[in-house]
């Protein structure tokens, strides 16, 4: 990726959006995003943040094709647990 060139009202409205956010994962890629634009390497953000460098890159490549709200948005997709399938398949012999 490309370093990211945010202007200076772009770098206060994430600040502002981190100090607001609850959720400490998003607050995360939010700082990367910041830290980025300020020249840190993502080696240095992994060590400061206790993330590993693709998830960075990762951080970056979603900022950088759908910005802020690409950033936040929940990826998650969960599944059954194994131990829930197997106490249903109990439940229903």
Same mark, same amino acid.
């Given at each position: 990726?490309?370093?990211?060139? +945010?202007?200076?009202?772009? =770098?206060?409205?994430?600040? $502002? /959006?981190? %100090?607001?956010?609850?959720?400490? %994962?998003?607050? *995360?890629?939010? %700082?990367? =995003?910041? /830290? +980025? #634009? *300020?020249?840190?390497? &993502?080696?240095?953000?992994?060590? $400061?943040? +206790?993330? @590993?460098?693709?998830?960075?890159? #990762? &951080?970056?490549?979603? &900022?950088?094709?759908?910005?802020? @709200?690409?950033? /936040?948005?929940? *990826? &998650? %997709?969960?599944?059954?647990?194994? +131990? /829930? =399938?197997? #106490?249903?398949? $109990? $439940?229903?012999?």
């Amino acid at each position: 990726m490309g370093k990211i060139f +945010l202007s200076n009202s772009e =770098v206060k409205h994430l600040k $502002i /959006l981190h %100090k607001r956010e609850t959720n400490r %994962k998003f607050a *995360d890629r939010i %700082k990367t =995003v910041i /830290l +980025l #634009n *300020d020249d840190w390497s &993502y080696s240095k953000i992994s060590k $400061i943040l +206790l993330l @590993d460098n693709q998830t960075i890159i #990762n &951080y970056e490549s979603k &900022y950088f094709k759908g910005g802020i @709200d690409s950033l /936040l948005a929940s *990826d &998650y %997709k969960g599944e059954l647990s194994a +131990l /829930l =399938v197997d #106490n249903f398949q $109990i $439940i229903e012999n």
